[in-house]
C-alpha cells in the first residue's frame, strides 16, 4: 500500500467556554487535519496538536510531504526520521525536538489509521493487543471562578467520574479557594492539580504544603519544565505526590526522569512523542521503573481521544485516570462512536483503524474559522 498523497487542513475548533489556567485564558483549539491517501483507495486520518500557532507547523509538512509520496505505508517511522536528519536537522534547527514532534505526529499516526484499515483490524491489535477492555478519564473541571468550577465539579462527581483534574497557578489566593470549593462538593473523589510551570521553587513549596490539606492525589508540573528532574526533586520533602508533564517529551526524557526519583507518574500526549510508537517506548521506560504513564491531552479533537484510547490500551502502565479535551469544544470533530465516559470509562475502540468517523459539517465549519482568522 503506497502514498499518493497527504492531505492538510487548517482548523480553529472554538471553546464551549472561555479556558481558564495559568497560562491565560484560550478560546479555540488550533489543530491540523491529516489525510493520508493511499493507491487501494484507503484514507488514514489523525491530526497534529499545533501551538502557538498553525503556519510555522503547515510550513514544515508541507516540505516534509514529497518525501512520503510513492513510500510504503508501513515506512512511516523511518520515512518521518530520515526526513529530520536530512530536512529539519541538516538545516539547523536539530534542538528543535519537540516542536518537530508535535508537528509530524499527525502523518505517523494517520499512517497506522491506514495499516488498520488496510488489514481490517483496530490499530490496538497491529500494535500488539489491547490489555484491558476500558480506558478511564478524569472529569476536567472548568470555569473562572471558584464558584463556577465547584459547579462544574459538583456536576462532574454526579456523572460518576472517580477523579476529578483542576487547573491551579493563576493565582494564590485564587487557587487555595478553587480547590477548597471543589473539594467542598465532591469530598470523596480523588483530586488531581495542574498548576502548569507557573511557580518557581519556594512558591511551589508553600503552595503545596497549603493545599495539602485538601487530600491531593498527584500534583502535576508545578515548576517550569526546562529544570528537568532536578527542579521536581527540589519538591520531593513537601509530600505531595508529583507528575511531570512538560519536563518530559521524548523516551530519553523519560528515562532520566524515571532514573531520578523525581515523580510518581509521567504525563505524555502521542503528539509530544511524535506519535504511537515513540510513546509506547516512553511507556515501556516507564514501565521498567514502576510508573504510570498517563495520556497528556493538548488542544485537540475526539479525533486523538480514539487514536489513545487504542494505543494507550495496549500499555500495562496505563494511568486510570486519562486527560481527554474534546469535551471542551463547542463542536467535535468525530461523529462516531460516541466519547462520553460513562462513570468516568470508555470502552476499547475496536472498529478498523482508530474506528471513528469524521463530521464533515464540523471539519468544513472548523476550516471557515480558520479562513476568517486569516483574513
Same mark, same amino acid.
Given at each position: 500500500?503506497?502514498?499518493?498523497?497527504?492531505?492538510?487542513?487548517?482548523?480553529?475548533?472554538?471553546?464551549?467556554?472561555?479556558?481558564?489556567?495559568?497560562?491565560?485564558?484560550?478560546?479555540?483549539?488550533?489543530?491540523?487535519?491529516?489525510?493520508?491517501?493511499?493507491?487501494?483507495?484507503? +484514507? %488514514?486520518?489523525?491530526?497534529?496538536?499545533?501551538?502557538? *500557532?498553525?503556519?510555522?507547523?503547515?510550513?514544515? @509538512?508541507? !516540505? #516534509? $510531504?514529497?518525501?512520503?509520496?510513492?513510500?510504503?505505508?508501513?515506512?512511516?517511522?523511518?520515512?518521518?526520521?530520515?526526513?529530520?536528519?536530512?530536512?529539519?536537522?541538516?538545516?539547523? +534547527? %536539530?534542538?528543535?525536538?519537540?516542536?518537530?514532534?508535535? *508537528?509530524?505526529?499527525?502523518?505517523?499516526?494517520? @499512517?497506522? !489509521? #491506514? $495499516?488498520?484499515?488496510?488489514?481490517?483490524?483496530?490499530?490496538?491489535?497491529?500494535?500488539?493487543?489491547?490489555?484491558?477492555?476500558?480506558?478511564?478519564?478524569?472529569?476536567?473541571?472548568?470555569?473562572?471562578?471558584?464558584?463556577?468550577?465547584?459547579?462544574?465539579?459538583?456536576?462532574?462527581?454526579?456523572?460518576?467520574?472517580?477523579?476529578?483534574?483542576?487547573?491551579?497557578?493563576?493565582?494564590?489566593?485564587?487557587?487555595?479557594?478553587?480547590?477548597?470549593?471543589?473539594?467542598?462538593?465532591?469530598?470523596?473523589?480523588?483530586?488531581?492539580?495542574?498548576?502548569?510551570?507557573?511557580?518557581?521553587?519556594?512558591?511551589?513549596?508553600?503552595?503545596?504544603?497549603?493545599?495539602?490539606?485538601?487530600?491531593?492525589?498527584?500534583?502535576?508540573?508545578?515548576?517550569?519544565?526546562?529544570?528537568?528532574?532536578?527542579?521536581?526533586?527540589?519538591?520531593?520533602?513537601?509530600?505531595?505526590?508529583?507528575?511531570?508533564?512538560?519536563?518530559?517529551?521524548?523516551?530519553?526524557?523519560?528515562?532520566?526522569?524515571?532514573?531520578?526519583?523525581?515523580?510518581?507518574?509521567?504525563?505524555?500526549?502521542?503528539?509530544?512523542?511524535?506519535?504511537?510508537?515513540?510513546?509506547?517506548?516512553?511507556?515501556?521506560?516507564?514501565?521498567?521503573?514502576?510508573?504510570?504513564?498517563?495520556?497528556?491531552?493538548?488542544?485537540?479533537?475526539?479525533?486523538?481521544?480514539?487514536?489513545?484510547?487504542?494505543?494507550?490500551?495496549?500499555?500495562?502502565?496505563?494511568?486510570?485516570?486519562?486527560?481527554?479535551?474534546?469535551?471542551?469544544?463547542?463542536?467535535?470533530?468525530?461523529?462516531?462512536?460516541?466519547?462520553?465516559?460513562?462513570?468516568?470509562?470508555?470502552?476499547?475502540?475496536?472498529?478498523?483503524?482508530?474506528?471513528?468517523?469524521?463530521?464533515?459539517?464540523?471539519?468544513?465549519?472548523?476550516?471557515?474559522?480558520?479562513?476568517?482568522?486569516?483574513?
Amino acid at each position: 500500500m503506497k502514498i499518493t498523497n497527504i492531505k492538510t487542513t487548517p482548523l480553529l475548533c472554538k471553546f464551549k467556554q472561555d479556558y481558564h489556567w495559568a497560562d491565560g485564558v484560550t478560546l479555540c483549539s488550533p489543530v491540523v487535519l491529516i489525510e493520508v491517501e493511499t493507491d487501494e483507495g484507503i +484514507v %488514514g486520518i489523525a491530526e497534529s496538536g499545533v501551538g502557538p *500557532t498553525i503556519e510555522p507547523m503547515l510550513s514544515v @509538512l508541507h !516540505d #516534509a $510531504i514529497p518525501h512520503f509520496i510513492g513510500r510504503s505505508v508501513f515506512d512511516g517511522n523511518r520515512l518521518i526520521w530520515e526526513y529530520f536528519q536530512s530536512g529539519f536537522k541538516a538545516r539547523g +534547527v %536539530g534542538s528543535q525536538y519537540r516542536f518537530f514532534s508535535r *508537528t509530524m505526529s499527525g502523518i505517523e499516526l494517520a @499512517l497506522w !489509521d #491506514a $495499516i488498520g484499515k488496510g488489514l481490517n483490524q483496530p490499530v490496538c491489535n497491529i500494535l500488539g493487543g489491547a490489555v484491558r477492555d476500558k480506558v478511564g478519564y478524569f472529569g476536567f473541571v472548568q470555569g473562572d471562578t471558584a464558584e463556577e468550577l465547584a459547579e462544574h465539579a459538583g456536576q462532574l462527581a454526579k456523572e460518576g467520574y472517580p477523579v476529578l483534574y483542576v487547573k491551579v497557578g493563576r493565582d494564590d489566593r485564587l487557587d487555595v479557594d478553587i480547590v477548597a470549593a471543589v473539594r467542598k462538593v465532591a469530598p470523596n473523589v480523588r483530586l488531581r492539580l495542574d498548576a502548569n510551570e507557573a511557580w518557581d521553587t519556594l512558591r511551589a513549596v508553600r503552595m503545596m504544603e497549603k493545599l495539602k490539606a485538601f487530600d491531593i492525589e498527584i500534583m502535576e508540573q508545578p515548576v517550569p519544565g526546562i529544570g528537568g528532574s532536578d527542579a521536581l526533586l527540589r519538591l520531593r520533602g513537601v509530600g505531595m505526590p508529583l507528575s511531570a508533564d512538560q519536563s518530559v517529551y521524548l523516551p530519553e526524557e523519560v528515562f532520566e526522569m524515571c532514573r531520578s526519583h523525581a515523580v510518581d507518574a509521567i504525563v505524555l500526549g502521542l503528539h509530544e512523542t511524535c506519535g504511537a510508537l515513540r510513546w509506547r517506548k516512553a511507556a515501556a521506560v516507564a514501565e521498567a521503573a514502576n510508573i504510570r504513564i498517563n495520556i497528556h491531552g493538548i488542544f485537540e479533537t475526539g479525533i486523538t481521544t480514539c487514536i489513545a484510547n487504542q494505543v494507550g490500551a495496549t500499555v500495562p502502565n496505563l494511568d486510570d485516570a486519562n486527560q481527554i479535551m474534546w469535551q471542551l469544544l463547542e463542536e467535535d470533530l468525530v461523529e462516531s462512536p460516541d466519547l462520553r465516559p460513562v462513570n468516568g470509562f470508555l470502552p476499547v475502540l475496536k472498529k478498523p483503524g482508530y474506528g471513528f468517523e469524521l463530521d464533515l459539517d464540523a471539519v468544513g465549519r472548523a476550516a471557515e474559522v480558520y479562513c476568517k482568522q486569516k483574513r
